[in-house]
């Protein structure tokens, strides 16, 4: 993978602005959990610094979730996503896991492209409507992560990369450097790296352009 501005990842919408399986959860929702964290951290401004300005204290330990609370999450993602499935005609198996302070759902054992889209932006509306499935029926803001195919952890290596590469260019040339437009987890995980190769980085911008900035 490229650095710099090959690292977008931009948010999908079709023509009407939502994906066309909202229709199955309904039009009206509270803003998603990582949305609206990290709204939350840069209410004062738009620029924060490092991986835990992008995610605040976990929100499963503010709202008291414990193991069960989560594993439920799992059970009602996983309920809803077959439901997808089987309205959208594929074929594929679900997993659930829980790990650290969110569940985690995945869909494998086929190859699911249509449901990823291009650098992601199916998965993230999907994901999206997932959440609110689970926050419909539990009344408690989630942060379910969905994969599929396991394009989540290809993409967490490729950003990883991303990240340790821009951190060394950094460290050489001793200027910034901003890369491209990404999600909340995308930003997250490109913190992640830097900050292990001895750096700072900040996110600054608006959604959908907002992108992390190393620091020498």
């Known amino acids: 993978m490229s650095q710099g501005e090959n690292a977008v990842a931009e948010p999908y919408e079709d023509a009407a602005g939502r ?14 959990a990582d949305e609206a964290t990290e709204a939350g951290a840069t209410e004062a401004g738009a620029t924060e610094t490092g991986a835990a300005a992008e995610h605040p204290p976990a929100a499963a330990e503010a709202a008291g979730l414990g193991l069960a609370d989560l594993e439920l999450e799992g059970e009602i993602a996983a309920d809803y996503v077959e439901g997808l499935l089987d309205v959208a005609d594929l074929d594929g198996d679900i997993d659930m896991d829980v790990e650290g302070d969110r569940a985690l759902v995945s869909v494998v054992g086929a190859t699911l492209d249509e449901l990823v ?8 509306a999907l994901q999206e409507l997932t959440r609110l499935a689970v926050h419909r029926q539990t009344g408690a803001r989630t942060r379910i992560m969905l994969d599929v195919g396991g394009y989540r952890q290809r993409r967490r290596a490729q950003l990883t990369e991303a990240g340790q590469a821009a951190a060394d260019e950094v460290r050489h ?3 910034a450097k901003k890369l491209g437009a990404m999600n909340p987890f995308e930003r997250k995980v490109v913190h992640d790296a830097v900050a292990a190769a001895g750096l700072r980085s900040e996110s600054e911008g608006e959604e959908p352009d907002r992108r992390v900035v190393v620091l020498p």
């Open 19 to 32: 994906h066309p399986a909202e229709a199955v959860a309904g039009d009206t929702a509270a803003p998603p």
């Open 117 to 124: 889209g291009p650098r992601g932006e199916v998965l993230e």
């Open 173 to 175: 040339t001793g200027v």
